[in-house]
């Protein structure tokens, strides 16, 4: 089985980022989680007339995920997050908000699950979801 990289994790989350619908804010994020068996799962920002409805790349990247049977902290390894007005490069990390980190939390372990945020460069900013959210709700 070829083995996903961060660089590569983060190029397929700029691919996720194309597919985004965002006609309201024109803030397009894609997002590409990589599985403990080195499946991705691509996700993409959508956005919905009365916002709340909308929902972020990360937490379509996660109920994909778990939609095929993947629950539980150890089968899910890393994300890749990317994101910046429709159209253009991305401008700087995209970090994911509260409600995608408490997402995150639930499926992942918190302390070995890392968040890459590549940088307008192409530097890859990692972080442990733990550092992200260092007071995640669990039952």
Not at 1 to 28: C, H, V, W
Not at 30 to 46: F, H, P, Q, R, W
């Amino acid at each position: 089985m070829k083995r996903i990289d961060f660089y590569q994790l983060a190029d397929e989350a700029n691919k996720a980022r194309e597919m985004a619908y965002a006609p309201y804010s024109g803030f397009t994020v894609g997002a590409a989680l990589l599985t403990s068996d080195e499946k991705v799962y691509l996700g993409c920002n959508i956005e919905n007339a009365a916002y709340s409805p909308s929902i972020c790349a990360e937490r379509t990247a996660f109920v994909k995920a778990v939609s095929d049977g993947y629950n539980k902290p150890a089968d899910f390894k890393a994300i890749a997050i990317v994101g910046g007005a429709k159209g253009e490069e991305p401008k700087s990390k995209c970090a994911p908000c509260g409600v995608c980190r408490q997402v995150m939390n639930e499926f992942t372990d918190p302390e070995s699950f890392l968040v890459i945020l590549p940088d307008e460069k192409g530097e890859l900013d990692v972080h442990t979801l733990s550092e992200l959210l260092p007071l995640g709700f669990r039952l």
